[in-house]
């Protein structure tokens, strides 16, 4: 796969100085639990499902020591990592990483070395959804603190809705061509790179982004990345692991009444799935897989109809709450394959959406197809749709 020119890119900065970090060292170069934070940042690309180019923009004197944690870091992949030295401004060091993009590289994700714990799935989704979109796509998370605007003397001057409120987080997506020109068209320094792409005229959609994807910055982020580098989401290297393949399978019967939400997605138009929750399908199929390859039961078993908590409730109640088990047990997900059969929805227009928006939910890659059984059966007639998923799971090794 190292052969093969990838479509895709990863600009990391770690050109920043670290001054309230207090380390003494460039924040990329600080040690979290006995690796960098480069590193960390390289080891997360890695674990992606396709290729990157992985360019690391780095302080002018540290690239012979970027390019050793790289080689070491990315071992068969390292000719895919590219050092560069950094510019005065963060923009500037972004035109730096852009130039050095190959050729092939058609979708490019500005990250934040800082994040170093951003789940692979959230490139993924950010990937994905760039080239679904042909826009400009940002990771955020709601803003739960209540915001005050003040004035210059320190009165609060309004209460601000916060409902309209995201934080941003890193990688930031964009289609290659369009960033290049907007970076080649700036005039003015701007916070981040969507910012720079909505100045030059382009649109800019949010993706849920993830807790684990906070920025280092101070101590207490420090050490709050020691701890998480210690625990169960960040796995040892060398650790050993079990892989456990599961199987799920979710059936309903239309119903007209009902709004169809299939894959955490609405569908307007089309009628709903009859069942004690949302009959999400997709969203069962895979809490069935998921628990099955992990060994914890399945969804009739989890989350019951006789709970009145689940009555109505979403696909992704569901998937968060296998997650949550997952956790409990020591496991993690690799992948999720989920094939829907049925004559409608048509999936093809939406396919892509379907993906990012669970492997955002779930953590890891999720492929949907769709197929037909050519009027035979209950879905050949139009009655309803069936969902079949296949999940590989990871854990420990006893």
């Not at 302080?59 to 012979?64: F, G, Q």
């Not at 800082?114 to 789940?119: E, G, M, N, Q």
């Not at 928006?357 to 209950?378: C, E, Q, R, Y």
Request: hydrophobic share 45%; glycine share 10%.
């Amino acid at each position: 796969m190292v052969g093969e020119a990838p479509s895709r890119a990863v600009v990391v900065v770690a050109a920043g100085s670290g001054t309230r970090l207090a380390q003494g060292l460039p924040k990329a170069f600080v040690e979290v639990a006995g690796r960098t934070i480069l590193e960390w940042s390289i080891r997360g690309i890695l674990r992606c499902p396709v290729p990157y180019q992985i360019v690391l923009v780095v302080p002018p004197s540290l690239t012979t020591r970027a390019q050793e944690l790289a080689a070491t870091t990315a071992g068969h992949a390292a000719p895919l990592v590219t050092v560069v030295a950094g510019g005065p401004s963060r923009q500037a060091s972004v035109a730096a990483g852009l130039a050095a993009v190959a050729p092939a590289v058609t979708t490019v994700l500005v990250h934040d070395s800082a994040r170093c714990f951003t789940p692979p799935a959230q490139f993924e989704a950010v990937a994905l959804m760039v080239e679904q979109t042909g826009g400009g796509v940002v990771p955020g998370l709601p803003v739960s603190d209540t915001i005050k605007r003040i004035t210059s003397s320190g009165l609060v001057a309004e209460t601000v809705d916060r409902s309209e409120l995201v934080a941003m987080q890193t990688p930031q997506g964009f289609p290659r061509a369009a960033l290049d020109a907007a970076y080649a068209e700036a005039e003015v320094d701007h916070t981040d790179d969507a910012a720079l792409f909505s100045a030059a005229g382009h649109d800019v959609v949010v993706v849920e982004g993830s807790h684990d994807a906070f920025k280092i910055t101070t101590p207490w982020d420090l050490q709050r990345a020691e701890m998480l580098a210690g625990g169960s989401a960040v796995p040892a290297p060398d650790a050993p692991v079990e892989h456990r393949v599961g199987v799920g399978i979710d059936v309903h019967g239309f119903d007209a009444d009902q709004t169809l939400r299939l894959g955490t997605l609405d569908w307007p138009g089309e009628p709903g799935l009859a069942g004690h929750s949302d009959g999400d399908a997709v969203a069962h199929a895979m809490v069935d897989a998921i628990l099955s390859a992990a060994r914890l039961g399945d969804i009739g078993s989890r989350f019951g109809t006789a709970d009145p908590r689940y009555a109505g409730a979403s696909g992704a109640v569901f998937l968060e709450g296998t997650l949550e088990l997952l956790a409990e047990a020591g496991a993690r997900i690799v992948n999720v394959s989920v094939q829907v059969v049925g004559n409608r929805p048509r999936l093809a227009a939406r396919r892509m959406e379907m993906e990012a928006a669970l492997t955002a939910i779930v953590g890891a890659p999720v492929s949907v197809s769709a197929t037909t059984t050519d009027g035979l059966g209950f879905t050949g007639r139009g009655e309803g749709v069936t969902v079949i998923a296949t999940a590989l799971v990871e854990v420990a090794a006893r």
